[in-house]
């Protein structure tokens, strides 16, 4: 009697586990690819040697330049330099006419967030790595996943059961910028990161 009765407790654990971990992350987000690979290993290792600031820089005027325009590609990828399927469509889809690349931003924050880069990188010398994890020296882009009801990118949204992974690619959320503020002694109202 007492077996049964643990074995079913165990059944039915078993069955809230997979639910929670699996069947339900799985409803909750939708999955797309980005529009073309883009390998950050060819770019700034030894192929191509490119810093991140010449395609991600904070300027002049404070403004964080972001992804680089399709105008930074053309410079050197006008025509094609390789014989990867990915530089064919970057050059024959988007370069050839013209046509600015749709790139998902996994860290993109709700519209009612206010985040500077200057602040974080040139003020506060935070390393990308910190809050990108390692997406600088990735050879290929994991799918993007939204959160199908309220529309964010998994990395900010996620965990909404269980954080599983410790992995720093989801360290996007409230609790993760809140966190770092009370450490290193950053005064937060609520009005300083929403607009
Ligand atoms: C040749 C230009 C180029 C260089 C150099 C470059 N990047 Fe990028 N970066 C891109 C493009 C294009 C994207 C959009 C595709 C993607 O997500 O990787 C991007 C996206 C990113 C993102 C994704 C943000 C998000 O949440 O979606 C991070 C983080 C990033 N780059 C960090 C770096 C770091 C760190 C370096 C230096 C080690 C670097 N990049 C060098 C072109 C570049
Ligand atoms: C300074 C020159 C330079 C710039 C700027 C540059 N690339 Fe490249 N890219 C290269 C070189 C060199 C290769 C290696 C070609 C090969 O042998 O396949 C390459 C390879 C590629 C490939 C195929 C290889 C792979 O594994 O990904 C893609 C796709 C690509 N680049 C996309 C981009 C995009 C998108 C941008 C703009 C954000 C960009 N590149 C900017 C020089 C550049
Ligand atoms: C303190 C955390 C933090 C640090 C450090 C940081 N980022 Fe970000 N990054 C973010 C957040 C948050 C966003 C989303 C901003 C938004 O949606 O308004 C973002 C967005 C981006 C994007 C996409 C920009 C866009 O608007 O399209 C790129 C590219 C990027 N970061 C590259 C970098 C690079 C390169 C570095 C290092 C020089 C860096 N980040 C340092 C938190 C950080
Ligand atoms: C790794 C640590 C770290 C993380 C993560 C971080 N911040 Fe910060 N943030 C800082 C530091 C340090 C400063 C103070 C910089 C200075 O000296 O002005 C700061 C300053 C700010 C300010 C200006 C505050 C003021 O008093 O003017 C805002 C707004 C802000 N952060 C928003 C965010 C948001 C939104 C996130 C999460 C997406 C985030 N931060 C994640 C370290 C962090
Ligand atoms: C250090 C920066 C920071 C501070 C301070 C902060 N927030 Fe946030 N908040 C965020 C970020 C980043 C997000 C988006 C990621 C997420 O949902 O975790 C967010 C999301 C939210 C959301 C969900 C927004 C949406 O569009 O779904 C609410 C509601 C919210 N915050 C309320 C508050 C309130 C109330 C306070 C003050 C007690 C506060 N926040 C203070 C950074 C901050």
Same mark, same amino acid.
């Given at each position: 009697?007492?077996?049964?009765?643990?074995?079913?407790?165990?059944?039915?654990?078993?069955?809230?586990?997979?639910?929670?971990?699996?069947?339900?992350?799985?409803?909750? =987000?939708?999955?797309?690819?980005?529009?073309?690979?883009?390998?950050?290993?060819?770019?700034?290792?030894e192929?191509?040697?490119l810093?991140? $600031?010449?395609?991600?820089?904070?300027?002049?005027?404070?403004?964080?330049?972001?992804?680089?325009?399709? $105008?930074?590609?053309?410079?050197?990828?006008?025509?094609?330099?390789?014989?990867?399927?990915?530089?064919?469509?970057?050059?024959?889809? =988007?370069?050839?006419?013209?046509r600015?690349?749709?790139?998902?931003?996994y860290?993109?924050?709700?519209?009612?967030? =206010?985040?500077?880069?200057?602040?974080?990188?040139?003020?506060?010398?935070?390393?990308? $790595?910190?809050?990108?994890?390692?997406?600088?020296?990735?050879?290929?882009?994991?799918?993007?996943?939204?959160?199908?009801?309220?529309?964010?990118?998994?990395?900010?949204?996620?965990?909404?059961t269980?954080?599983v992974?410790?992995?720093?690619?989801? $360290?996007?959320?409230?609790?993760d910028?809140?966190?770092?503020?009370?450490?290193?002694?950053?005064?937060?109202?609520?009005?300083?990161?929403?607009?």
């Amino acid at each position: 009697m007492k077996f049964h009765a643990s074995l079913s407790f165990l059944s039915g654990f078993a069955v809230m586990i997979i639910v929670g971990w699996i069947v339900f992350p799985w409803l909750l =987000y939708s999955t797309k690819e980005q529009p073309i690979q883009f390998s950050h290993k060819v770019h700034t290792g030894e192929t191509v040697g490119l810093s991140c $600031e010449e395609c991600h820089a904070v300027g002049e005027d404070g403004r964080f330049t972001g992804i680089p325009p399709l $105008e930074k590609c053309a410079g050197c990828h006008s025509a094609q330099l390789g014989t990867t399927a990915d530089e064919k469509k970057l050059v024959e889809d =988007y370069v050839v006419p013209n046509r600015e690349i749709p790139w998902l931003v996994y860290a993109r924050q709700p519209e009612n967030v =206010y985040f500077s880069h200057a602040q974080h990188v040139k003020i506060a010398k935070i390393e990308c $790595e910190r809050c990108h994890g390692t997406h600088g020296s990735s050879d290929r882009l994991r799918p993007y996943q939204e959160n199908r009801i309220s529309g964010y990118s998994r990395d900010i949204s996620g965990a909404l059961t269980v954080r599983v992974s410790s992995d720093s690619q989801e $360290e996007m959320k409230m609790d993760d910028c809140a966190k770092c503020h009370s450490e290193r002694g950053v005064y937060d109202s609520c009005l300083k990161c929403h607009k």
